[in-house]
């Protein structure tokens, strides 16, 4: 059975950073590229971050860029999103994705709020205070 499961996030000023992590049993996590959303209160799923299955290649809708990284450790079958200069409007309950077939370079162009990946995490939270 496959399970992503985040954790991390909380609740942090405007210009701080939290670190979250994804941890995937169940699947050849080496084979899956993978990536990182949110979801804000009212609002769609929107895509944020996407890594390929070797970690080289990273992919980052605008608004995150130059702020958050996405890493992952196929060692240790996890995922990271390192958020720094946190604002108001990151607040959003944040889900890491499996994609076992698709590249990470496509994931963005994908439908929401699915974007074509197999699995997901169940979300953690991400509070942004002004």
């Known amino acids: 059975q496959v399970q992503l499961v985040e954790s991390g996030g909380g609740l942090v000023q405007a210009g701080g950073s939290l670190r979250l992590s994804c941890a995937a049993s169940g699947v050849t996590f080496s084979n899956y590229v993978m990536g990182w959303f949110r979801q804000a209160p009212g609002k769609e799923r929107e895509f944020v971050a996407a890594i390929s299955w070797t970690g080289i290649r990273t992919y980052y809708t605008d608004s995150v860029k130059g702020r958050f990284t996405i890493s992952r450790d196929n060692t240790e079958n996890s995922i990271y999103l390192q958020m720094n200069s946190l604002n108001p409007d990151d607040t959003a309950v944040y889900y890491c994705?499996?994609?076992?077939?698709?590249?990470?370079?496509?994931?963005?162009?994908?439908?929401?709020?699915?974007?074509?990946?197999?699995?997901w995490g169940k979300g953690t939270l991400v509070t942004v205070s002004s």
């Open positions: 994705a499996a994609d076992y077939s698709g590249s990470a370079a496509l994931i963005a162009t994908m439908p929401a709020p699915d974007y074509g990946m197999d699995y």
